[in-house]
């Protein structure tokens, strides 16, 4: 174990994809995972059963990012079930994309409402949970590199991410008193079901083909970076960036 044993952990978004693939690695590190879904209820279950043959205990919370009197509700449950929370990971997101001209007024504030202020709300939460019990804490936010780089077709996914960061960092300078921790991690281009709504498999091993890896990221590898953000290996780490591109961003 490197540094989560016995520690309770949230992920938000953790039916599939990147919020799975962290919900798996905090567990294998130690951590005891309440799975966040808003809807695919039936793949929650199935994260849930994949911690729990792991070796530790998982409970599935359903609730919709974007609400707020929802995202209290969520941590108050898992502090209930579980015991306390250690660990939030912000990882919930959602994306429209669309040229800039095309965009809509409601494109905007659902992407932002789901993307930037679940993440808020889901943190404050969180953090005044972690702040009330004095022994220190975890928030790892998942933005991606949007925040950094402008993708066409995605300015509201863009503008949400590049958001987290700097909310991210702002959060970490109030919360050093306290000690509780609080990074990013920015995955690049990752091969998850999310992306397949809006690529072929060919187009997504043609696209991988032609990153300086020469593939797509994963899950799990996404998963190991948060992970270690929130074990005490990162002790001494607030206010960074990890990003896990595979050089996506250095050769742009």
Known sequence: MRGLAGKIALVTGANRGIGKGCALELAREGADVAINYRSHAAEAEETAAEVRALGRRAIVVGADISQRAADEAMIARTIAELGRLDVLVA????????????????????????????????????????????????????????AVLPFENAVSYNVAKAGLNHMARSIAAEMTPHRIRVNIVEPGWTDTPGERQFYTDEQLREGGARLPWGRLGTSEEIGRAVAFLASEEAAYITGSVLRVDGGYVVKH
């Open 91 to 146: 990882n919930a997101a959602f994306s429209i994309r669309k040229p800039f001209l095309e965009l809509s007024e409601d494109d905007m504030n659902v992407t932002l409402a789901v993307s930037l202020m679940g993440a808020f709300h889901c943190c404050q939460f969180a953090a005044r949970h972690m702040v009330e019990r004095g022994e220190g804490g975890s928030l790892v936010i998942v933005s991606s590199i949007h």
